[in-house]
Antibody, heavy 122, light 105 residues
Framework: QVQLVQSEAEVKKPGASVKVSCEAS????????IHWVRQAPGQGLEWMGW????????RYAQRFQGRVTMTRDTSINTAYMELTRLTSDDTAVFYC???????????????WGQGTLVTVSS | DIQLTQSPSFLSASVGDRVTITCRAS??????LAWYQQKPGKAPKLLIS???TLQSGVPSRFSGSGSGTEFTLTISSLQPEDFATYYC???????FGGGTKVEIK
């Protein structure tokens, strides 16, 4: 079946970096945008950016510019999101999501990964 | 940037109640709106796209309506499995609404 499987939870120290993976299966990985969404404990959904697996093109939310990098390895159908210079405010669950395109754009998230908890603590 | 404002942010309801959640956009977005359901500890699930198109497998007690700047998600008869947080999202950009938590009265 169509699914996205993310890497396991991580604990990082302030100032460190984290790289979360998102493995796609059951569909043509290169054909769909992958977006990343952050959710802090008890908070709402915050869009971080997208990556297109075919071209490797990216677009990042302004608040993460300079700290986030989204990449992919098409040989293993896997997308990655790396966030640097972590602070306690980055403690959150990070989700990857596949996006469908419409006339409006490519922001309809029909398949989500299970989420990866990143805890930033000294 | 277009902002989405959901109301209420929290509601308490009983099984069998009719529930309506509103999402207002700061500018017109035609019908480019989706609704998601999120249960604790789980990823969001897509319920409705294009303001009113029910996704496959979503119960018919869920419905969406609206266009332009005002949209609604209605649950016609609330079931125990519907207690969750609901988010709206515009489809021509990224912002999500702030969410509406539906709890058991």
């Amino acid at each position: 079946q169509v699914q996205l499987v993310q890497s396991e939870a991580e604990v990082k120290k302030p100032g460190a970096s984290v790289k979360v993976s998102c493995e796609a299966s059951g569909y043509a990985f290169s054909g769909y945008y992958i977006h990343w969404v952050r959710q802090a404990p008890g908070q709402g959904l915050e869009w971080m950016g997208w990556m297109h697996p075919n071209s490797g093109g990216t677009r990042y939310a302004q608040r993460f510019q300079g700290r986030v990098t989204m990449t992919r390895d098409t040989s293993i159908n896997t997308a990655y999101m790396e966030l640097t210079r972590l602070t306690s405010d980055d403690t959150a669950v990070f989700y990857c999501a596949r996006a469908l395109c419409s006339d409006a754009g490519c922001y309809l998230f029909d398949i989500w990964g299970q989420g990866t908890l990143v805890t930033v603590s000294s | 940037d277009i902002q989405l404002t959901q109301s209420p942010s929290f509601l308490s309801a009983s099984v069998g109640d009719r529930v309506t959640i509103t999402c207002r956009a700061s500018q017109g977005i035609s019908s480019y709106l989706a609704w998601y359901q999120q249960k604790p500890g789980k990823a969001p699930k897509l319920l409705i796209s294009a303001a009113s198109t029910l996704q496959s497998g979503v119960p018919s007690r869920f419905s969406g309506s609206g266009s332009g700047t005002e949209f609604t998600l209605t649950i016609s008869s609330l079931q125990p499995e519907d207690f969750a947080t609901y988010y709206c999202q515009q489809l021509n950009s990224y912002p999500f609404g702030g969410g509406t938590k539906v709890e058991i009265k």
